[in-house]
């Protein structure tokens, strides 16, 4: 249960200016997850609220109490490493413990409480071994164990499921969500994996430079991304990008793909285009948001353009058709049974309601 | 191993196909490496053997042309002498000087080495600039130490020595050491920051334990250089502190050598060492930070 509230954040390494100045609230009891490309700055902004790092200037604070002169282990936060951070020479119950004994509680009281962890997590048959008898899944199960029993008011997870294989990963991601369920804390998550930060967070920061990109619910960030970047980070496999101009009247706009197709757009309220007509500007249209027309009907808003497929690639559960459109190599993710040939003709039905228009001067949606 | 496969591959014939064990290349190789090993050994522990039969021989023996081999009986009046005339309080010295001096130094050292390591204390340079220090042959120092003791009256006593041990290798251990801390990797001390430990329990907590073998494999180079140092103790000891290598010395007489009491007192000086190396031979070979980190 806390309330975290990042205030003008700069941070410096060496000559590198890393955070570059934010300002970031995050609510109690959520699962806020940062998530940007390396280098955005997003562990190193975690680091700083677990008190590992210094900050050049803003603030940092805690449930109104600001962070910035306090010791880590006087923050009452619980961090999980990417690489598990665990103490070789000690068991997974010391392990577990280490947090516990370090603050003087007493010996009953670790012993029920580990237990308590490793009976959430799975690992009540492993507390006598050691970690390197133990598998990445497990160790990184001890990890999170270290950090749950200590009840902190704030979770920090830096990158935990990198290091594990794919597999492994999907099963941990799924433990975590549910642990986040069940002991419904505040929890700060970094990951430069998009659809981590989509499956775990209430709330997506997504960095950029040191700079907050976009932050909002994961649909909020799929369904209104805010720019360019946004558009194309959040998403798999990502969103097309094709270059139109804008045409039509005021009220009844269209984009131009080139002399002969064009698409009609849904009317925006309050003639949202009107202003951009006769402009070259980006198209932004999901693969998931082209369809076959053998499919269903038309609905207002989905429009139907005729494609020559030059590339399919089926994966079992989907196919990605790809095809050339204005100059520009367009991909659609189909129905499994729709699996079409190279060199096929295909109308495909185009959503236009969830397609985005991107001002390619400033790269942010219109 | 592969000496079994072309045997293997011959066929169905099988086992039948195999030659004799031993004309067999396998248990050629093995020969040749016993015979080599056995040789070496032979090279190394003949000096050792010869040391410690010299220190049982009876006079004749030890003087007596051709060499005796293999002495006739046990004789151990030399140790008897040794005891009786209270010289083995040379050992104590030695092992007195040697262990608390190493002890001061790992602690020290390792201290320094943290912080170096850890918080870049005077730079990236300084360490090397430390060890620098330990290059300095002693011969150029003891001198003027010995000069500095005679101000300050600690020639010919314990602490003289302990200090001059402990100098001399607190570079070396903060060299060693700092290699070791800068191995642990750095999350195990965030975590434990995290977790609720202050610094020092950080220090005592995560850095020791993660450094023990290393702590002792250096600690064992440390006390073998005090327990063999000569030049320093020779110049800055009289009767009071000398330590065994000194003692020895003794026993070259104008008229006369006493092999049988050099031999001796070599073999009680050897014993700790060897016992000590023994003891933490584990923990010269150990690596710690296994299952720390995946990789």
Redesign the interface.
């Known amino acids: 249960m806390a309330h975290l509230s990042i205030n003008g954040l700069h941070m410096y390494y060496g000559d590198a200016h890393a955070v570059r100045g934010v300002d970031l609230e995050v609510p109690d009891d959520q699962f806020t997850v940062f998530v940007g490309p390396s280098g955005c700055g997003k562990s190193t902004m975690l680091r700083a609220i677990a008190g590992l790092e210094d900050i050049g200037a803003g603030t940092i604070a805690i449930d109104g109490e600001v962070m910035n002169d306090i010791r880590p282990r006087d923050r009452n936060v619980a961090m999980v490493f990417q690489n598990y951070a665990l103490y070789p020479y000690m068991n997974v119950f010391d392990n577990i413990g280490f947090g516990l004994r370090a603050r003087k509680f007493d010996k009953q009281e670790i012993g029920r409480r580990v237990h308590e962890a490793a009976q959430m997590l799975g690992l009540e048959d492993y507390l006598d071994r050691m970690p390197r008898q133990l598998s990445g899944g497990q160790r990184q199960r001890v990890a999170i164990g270290r950090a749950i029993v200590r009840n902190a008011r704030l979770f920090l997870f830096d990158e935990p499921l990198s290091n594990l294989d794919a597999q492994l990963r999907d099963d941990m991601r799924a433990e975590i969500k549910r642990l986040h369920q069940e002991i419904r804390q505040t929890m700060v998550y970094v990951t430069h994996d998009q659809i981590e930060a989509m499956t775990l967070g209430d709330r997506i920061v997504l960095l950029r430079d040191g700079l907050v990109e976009q932050e909002g619910t994961p649909f909020e960030l799929y369904d209104q991304p805010a720019t360019k970047f946004v558009a194309s980070f959040i998403g798999s496999p990502r969103m097309n990008f094709i270059p139109v101009e804008l045409v039509g009247d005021p009220g009844a706009p269209a984009v131009r793909f080139d002399a002969d197709t064009q698409l009609a757009l849904p009317s925006p309220g309050g003639g949202r285009y009107d202003a951009h007509i006769g402009r070259e500007l980006l198209l932004g249209v999901r693969p998931e948001h082209m369809r076959h027309t053998r499919e269903d009907g038309t609905r207002p808003g989905v429009e139907v353009l005729t494609v020559l497929v030059d590339l399919v690639q089926p994966t079992g559960s989907r196919v990605y058709a790809s095809f050339a459109l204005a100059g520009t190599e367009v991909m659609a993710e189909l129905e499994a049974r729709d699996v079409p040939s190279v060199g096929d003709r295909l109308e495909m039905l185009v959503d236009m309601n969830r397609a985005i228009l991107i001002d390619p001067d400033t790269e942010r949606t219109l | 191993m592969s000496g079994t496969t072309p045997s293997r591959a011959a066929g169905p014939a099988g086992f039948a196909g195999r030659k004799p064990w031993w004309q067999r290349d396998r248990t050629r190789r093995m020969a040749g490496r016993l015979i080599a090993v056995a040789f070496l050994l032979l090279f190394f522990l003949f000096p050792i053997y010869w040391l410690f039969v010299i220190s049982i021989k009876t006079p004749d023996e030890i003087y007596s042309s051709p060499p005796v081999w293999i002495p006739d009986g046990f004789h151990l009046d030399a140790y008897i002498a040794l005891f009786e005339d209270g010289d083995v309080q040379a050992i104590w010295n030695s092992l007195l000087v040697a262990s608390v001096s190493t002890v001061l130094a790992l602690l020290f050292g390792t201290m320094c080495a943290y912080s170096l390591a850890r918080y870049r204390t005077g730079g990236i340079h300084l360490g090397l600039w430390i060890i620098s220090q330990r290059m300095i042959p002693p011969i150029a120092i003891v001198f003027p130490v010995f000069l500095l003791y005679v101000m300050v009256g600690w020639v010919d006593t314990y602490r003289g020595l302990i200090v001059l041990y402990t100098t001399f290798n607190v570079p070396y251990v903060i060299w060693m050491m700092r290699g070791y801390i800068l191995d642990i990797?750095l999350?195990?001390e965030?975590?434990?920051?995290?977790?609720?430990?202050?610094h020092w329990?950080v220090f005592v907590?995560?850095v020791f334990?993660?450094v023990?073998s290393g702590l002792f494999a250096t600690a064992v180079f440390t006390f073998i250089f005090a327990w063999n140092d000569f030049v320093f103790a020779l110049i800055v000891t009289r009767d009071a502190v000398t330590t065994f290598p000194v003692q020895i010395t003794h026993y070259f007489g104008a008229q006369s050598t006493f092999w049988s009491k050099i031999s001796a007192m070599s073999v009680l000086g050897t014993l700790p060492v060897m016992i000590a190396v023994g003891l933490l031979q584990r923990f010269l070979v150990r690596g710690?930070?296994?299952?720390?980190?995946?990789?």
Not at chain 2, 190 to 198: E, F, H, P, R, T
Request: net charge positive.
């Open positions: 990797p999350e195990l965030q975590s434990a920051l995290v977790d609720g430990c202050n329990q907590k995560v334990p993660m023990r710690m930070t296994m299952g720390a980190i995946k990789g």
